[in-house]
């Protein structure tokens, strides 16, 4: 039996709160560092987009916590948290 749900939708079932200040943050100066380059590609969640004149922006609405950023970007880079209580990522589907 095949799964009729693709990734997207599976992600579009999920349910994403977000608390008071947002949970990963660039570090200032930091938005052309070549670790913080990889990220559009690299971000299963897609939250990393390279705007005008090549610095990365970061939107953290969707944000799986899978900690793939600070993994490649180290604490040099971003400021890195866990949501606050009763915020984060919410998973519907198994």
């Known amino acids: 039996m095949t799964d009729a749900l693709d990734l997207k939708a599976k992600l579009g079932l999920d349910v994403f709160k977000t608390?008071?200040?947002p949970h990963i943050r660039i570090r200032e100066g930091q938005e052309r560092a070549p670790r913080l380059r990889r990220?559009?590609?690299l971000c299963p969640a897609g939250l990393?987009?390279?705007?005008?004149?090549?610095?990365?922006?970061?939107?953290?609405?969707?944000?799986l916590e899978c900690g793939t950023c600070r993994?490649?970007?180290?604490?040099?880079?971003l400021e890195?948290?866990?949501?606050?209580?009763?915020?984060?990522?919410?998973?519907?589907?198994?």
């Open 19 to 21: 608390g008071g200040a």
């Open 48 to 63: 990393y987009s390279e705007g005008d004149g090549g610095a990365i922006t970061l939107t953290v609405d969707g944000c």
């Open 80 to 94: 890195w948290d866990y949501p606050e209580g009763g915020a984060g990522v919410q998973y519907r589907y198994g």
């Open 71 to 77: 993994l490649v970007c180290g604490p040099e880079v």
């Open 39 to 41: 990220m559009p590609s």
